[in-house]
C-alpha cells in the first residue's frame, strides 16, 4: 500500500519541502522591499545570512531525499535532480559570488529551480507506471 502511496500522491515529506521552498522563494522575492522597510520597523533578522542559510540547507537536505529516493525506486529520471543542482547552485552562487546588487534576482531564480524540480519530480511520479521495469 505504501508503495501505491509513492507513485500516485505526494507525501508529507514532499509537501512539506515544496511549502519550504516556496517560503524561501518568497523570502527572497521579498528582499528588496524589506531591505528598505525593515530599518525603519526593526526587523533585521530576515536579512540574516544564518536564516537565508538555514532555509537554504532545510529545503536542500528534504528535496535532496525525496528527490534521490524517487529517482532510485520510481522514474529513473535525471530531470528533478538536475534542476535541484541548477538551485542549489544558483542560491549559493546568489549569496557567495556576486555582491548585493544581484542576490535577489539569483537567489530568486535558485528558489524557482527547486520549485520547477517538485514539480517535475510530481509530474513524473504521476505518470510512472508500477509495471515499468525502470
Known amino acids: 500500500m505504501k508503495k501505491a502511496q509513492a507513485h500516485n500522491g ?75 543542482l541548477l538551485g542549489v547552485v544558483a542560491k549559493l552562487c546568489g549569496i557567495f559570488v556576486f555582491g548585493h546588487q544581484y542576490e535577489p534576482v539569483i537567489i530568486t531564480s535558485g528558489a524557482a529551480f527547486i520549485l520547477l524540480a517538485y514539480i517535475a519530480n510530481w509530474r513524473l511520479r504521476a505518470t510512472h507506471r508500477p509495471s515499468c521495469k525502470c
Open 10 to 84: 505526494k507525501s508529507r515529506w514532499d509537501k512539506a519541502g515544496f511549502i519550504l521552498s516556496l517560503v524561501c522563494a518568497i523570502h527572497c522575492a521579498s528582499m528588496p522591499l524589506l531591505i528598505a522597510i525593515v530599518p525603519l520597523i526593526g526587523i533585521d533578522f530576515l536579512h540574516n545570512p544564518v536564516l537565508e542559510l538555514t532555509l537554504i540547507g532545510t529545503a536542500v537536505v528534504i528535496a535532496g531525499s525525496i528527490l534521490v529516493r524517487d529517482y532510485r525506486q520510481v522514474h529513473r529520471n535525471f530531470t528533478p535532480l538536475f534542476l535541484l
